[in-house]
């Protein structure tokens, strides 16, 4: 069965400081990894796209790494700022001639001044 | 601002009853994804429309279905409404259907569903 996994469900940081959120996956065939950022109440707002034979991808202070040979990638924030206090969504595509998704149920940040 | 609009904001309804989620997509984008996100489920991936043709199923249950129209607008109906059925509903589009590519998505402010 495709999971996603993410940890840890919650964070707390002061301000100005790094975090990295982690995902695991056993989805199969994979086609791409996302991270989204999702403020509460409103829509999920996409971080970085990353393929199988991408590394790394950056969106600002926001680094995605992945890992396919494990299975693992992580969303790395720089200098966190207030406005970082979201929950941070990873969803891996399968592959194949129809759109697959299958979501985590997301890391909660909050960045405390 | 995503560029993709959803009505009503807030929707407040009983058990049985039915009810139509309206999305526009930005403008040029072909694609239209409708998600339920629920506090015990998280997002959920309900269907794909691709310029008026059904391209992909999810988690969608019988009570429910969708339409895009000629004018790429899309609709998510659900009826005989259980208090389950509460939950925040996103629409999405991006500008093609090939979904195993990079296809970034664009979600809407969603519609808040109260089914009391």
């Known amino acids: 069965k495709n999971q996603v996994e993410q940890s840890p469900q919650s964070l707390i940081i002061l301000e100005g400081k790094n975090c990295t959120l982690q995902?695991?996956?056993?989805?199969?065939?994979?086609?791409?990894l996302r991270w989204y950022k999702q403020d509460t109440g409103r829509g999920p707002v996409s971080l970085t796209i990353?393929?199988?034979?991408?590394n790394t991808k950056s969106n600002g202070r926001y680094t995605a790494t992945l890992d396919a040979d494990t299975k693992q990638s992580s969303l790395h924030i720089t200098a966190s700022q207030l406005s970082d206090s979201a929950s941070y969504i990873c969803v891996v595509i399968s592959s194949g001639g129809s759109y697959i998704p299958t979501f985590g149920r997301g890391t909660s940040l909050i960045v405390h001044p | 601002d995503s560029g993709v609009t959803q009505t009503p904001k807030h929707l407040i309804t009983a058990t049985g009853q039915r009810v139509t989620l309206r999305c526009s997509p930005r403008s040029g984008d072909l694609s239209v994804y409708w998600y339920q996100q629920s506090l015990d489920q998280g997002l959920q991936f309900l269907i794909q429309y691709y310029n008026g043709e059904e391209r992909a199923k999810g988690n969608i249950l019988e009570r429910f279905s969708a339409q895009q129209f000629p004018d790429l607008h899309s609709e998510l109906n659900l009826s005989s409404l259980e208090l389950g059925d509460s939950a925040l509903y996103f629409c999405?589009?991006?500008?093609?259907?090939?979904?195993?590519?990079?296809?970034?998505?664009?979600f809407g402010p969603g519609t808040r569903l109260l089914v009391l």
């Open positions: 995902c695991n996956y056993t989805v199969s065939p994979f086609s791409n």
């Open positions: 990353m393929t199988f034979s991408e």
């Open positions: 999405a589009s991006s500008p093609q259907g090939v979904q195993d590519r990079k296809q970034t998505q664009y």
